[in-house]
C-alpha cells in the first residue's frame, strides 16, 4: 500500500509534537490526532456542541480495563501552540481523543508506520529535519504549520516515501 497524504499529515504533525518538546509516544498520539481531525474536518463531519467538554465514556486498550477511571478523571485539553485537542493521561503519558477514541502509539504504528513498512524511521527522521529548519512560531501556528510545512510538500512526501517503502519491501522480500 501507498503512503497517503494522510500517513503524511500523520508523520508530519508527530514530528512537529516532537520538535516543540512532546515525547514520542505523545507526538505519535498527536500526529494520528490531527490527522484524523483533519480527515473529518475536510468532510464537515465537526460540528460545535455549546458547553464545557465532558468526558466522553473511552474505548480502553486491551488490559487498561482497571484504569478507566483514572483515565476518565484525566481528561482534559492540551495546547501544541495554538491549536488544542483533548487528551487524557495513558501509561503516564498524554494521549490524544476524538470522541471516545484514544489515539495510541499503537493505533499510530497500525494506521501510519505499517504502511511505511520498514521505511518509517528514515521518513520520520525526515519529517523532524524539515520541522526543525523552521521557526518555532511557524510550528507553533496551526495555520502556518499547515499552509507552510504540510500543504507544499504533501504530494512530494507521499510519492517519495512510498517509493521508499516499496525499495525497502523489495530488498527484504
Not at 458547553?51 to 478507566?68: R, S
Request: aromatic fraction near 12%; charged fraction near 25%; charge should be positive.
Amino acid at each position: 500500500m501507498a503512503v497517503g497524504r494522510f500517513q503524511v499529515m500523520a508523520t508530519l504533525q508527530a514530528a512537529r509534537a516532537y520538535v516543540l518538546g512532546m515525547s514520542v509516544a505523545s507526538a505519535k498520539s498527536w500526529g494520528l490526532n490531527r490527522a484524523i481531525f483533519y480527515a473529518a474536518a475536510k468532510k464537515g463531519f465537526f460540528k460545535p456542541k455549546p458547553g464545557p467538554p465532558k468526558p466522553p465514556t473511552f474505548k480502553i486498550p486491551l488490559g487498561l480495563e482497571k484504569e478507566l477511571a483514572k483515565i476518565q478523571k484525566s481528561f482534559g485539553i492540551t495546547y501544541l501552540g495554538d491549536e488544542m485537542a483533548y487528551c487524557v493521561e495513558l501509561g503516564g503519558e498524554k494521549m490524544f481523543t476524538i470522541g471516545a477514541e484514544i489515539q495510541t502509539p499503537q493505533a499510530f504504528k497500525k494506521n501510519i508506520e505499517d504502511r511505511f513498512g520498514k521505511s518509517f524511521s528514515a521518513a520520520f527522521k525526515e519529517a523532524v529535519a524539515i520541522c526543525k529548519s523552521y521557526d518555532q512560531g511557524v510550528l507553533k501556528s496551526q495555520r502556518y504549520f499547515y499552509e507552510t510545512v504540510y500543504k507544499p510538500r504533501r504530494d512530494e512526501l507521499a510519492k517519495k516515501w512510498s517509493e521508499l517503502a516499496l525499495i525497502r519491501r523489495r530488498r527484504i522480500g
